[in-house]
């Protein structure tokens, strides 16, 4: 199994909603992504786990909190959002080549087809 | 943050014409990989190359990279209606940790 899953494969919520974006992948892969990409530009990267822990937060607002429970599901929970959230949000997984020096991928990455979300 | 430029920003191409597409990179790099991303949905991985390799194939296509002038280019040959997307190079730096994007080019191929 080659593919990564995510639900929902829309949303709309206001911004008091709390919500939760999942993603899942069967690969055995132990790294995995969060994207968030607007219209018309390149994927950007919010955070990367691998074996579980967070090892890279690219700054992002704490509205945005990611979870990783097990080694095959991503979590993405929401909280508070503004509208200039919308957008797609992507997961991704990759084999990990190591942990050393912070080191999480040199491989190819796998992608969801993302979640399409407005906030309201 | 972006890593590379892409050139062009859009093409349009008859079927059965070939597609190039340029990168170009600022630091230096462990490898670069080109995705394809069909019109609101998820990145396709098509090829990566090793900063120690100069050309790569795979089916109808055919990478380049230079490091010496950082850039990298994707040639689609024979392309077809199917052929339209996004095109995205992206490279993972010496310490491999993360990959970065550059802003693409739109191809339409028609038919």
């Known amino acids: 199994d080659t593919e990564v899953t995510q639900t929902p494969k829309h949303l709309v919520m206001g911004m008091t909603n709390k919500k939760s974006l999942k993603c899942e992948q069967h690969m055995g892969h132990r790294a995995m992504y969060w994207y968030k990409q607007k219209a018309k530009k390149p994927p950007e990267l919010m955070f990367v786990y691998s074996y579980e822990k967070l090892s890279i937060n690219e700054s992002v607002p704490s509205r945005f909190s990611p979870e990783c429970p097990n080694s095959s599901l991503l979590n993405l929970h929401l909280h508070a959002l503004q509208p200039e959230d919308s957008a797609l949000y992507l997961c991704a997984s990759s084999q990990d080549r190591g942990l050393s020096g912070g080191r999480v991928s040199y491989n190819e990455q796998f992608f969801g087809p993302g979640t399409r979300l407005t906030v309201l | ?111």
């Open chain 2, 1 to 111: 943050s972006q890593q590379g430029e892409e050139d062009p920003q859009a093409l349009s191409i008859q079927e059965g014409e070939n597609a190039t597409m340029n990168c170009s990179y600022k630091t230096s790099i462990n490898n670069l990989q080109w995705y394809r991303q069909n019109s609101g949905r998820g990145l396709v991985h098509l090829i990566l190359i090793r900063s120690n390799e100069r050309e790569k194939h795979s089916g109808r296509l055919r990478v380049t990279l230079d490091t010496s002038k950082k850039s990298s280019s994707l040639l689609i040959t024979a392309s077809r209606a199917a052929d339209t997307a996004s095109y995205f190079c992206a490279t993972v730096g010496l310490y491999g940790n993360k990959l970065v994007f550059g802003a693409g080019t739109i191809l339409r191929v028609k038919s």
